[in-house]
Nanobody, 117 residues
Framework: QVQLVESGGGLVQTGGSLRLSCAAS????????MGWYRQAPGKQRELVAN????????NYADSVKGRFTISRDNAQNTVFLEMNSLKPADTAVYYC??????????WGRGTQVPVSS
């Protein structure tokens, strides 16, 4: 059974930092892309950042460029999201996402990140 376990969320003040982690297990095939999405109340889920298996390609939402950094540990099937200079607009549920070599997509259950003003 595939499991994506997120951790690191929680209440933070404006200007603060958080580091999200997501550990994937139970996948029978290699993971290609790993990433993070977020969904704010009343809004659609959006891509925050993703990273390719060879680390060569990263993509970021314009709203987080320069503040968030995505990284991964292939040996541990783990993806990280370092979030700095957090703003109230970053308040959302953050979801881990992975894709395997057959383009099957898997999601974590989400972790709350409320940013207080």
């Amino acid at each position: 059974q595939v499991q994506l376990v997120e951790s690191g969320g929680g209440l933070v003040q404006t200007g603060g930092s958080l580091r999200l982690s997501c550990a994937a297990s139970g996948l029978h095939f290699s993971i290609t892309t790993m990433g993070w999405y977020r969904q704010a109340p009343g809004k659609q889920r959006e891509l925050v950042a993703n990273i390719s298996r060879d680390f060569a390609t990263t993509n970021y939402a314009d709203s987080v460029k320069g503040r968030f950094t995505i990284s991964r540990d292939n040996a541990q099937n783990t993806v990280f999201l370092e979030m700095n200079s957090l703003k109230p607009a970053d308040t959302a549920v953050y979801y881990c996402h992975v894709e395997d070599i057959y383009t099957r997509r898997f999601w974590g259950r989400g972790t709350q990140v409320p940013v207080s003003s």
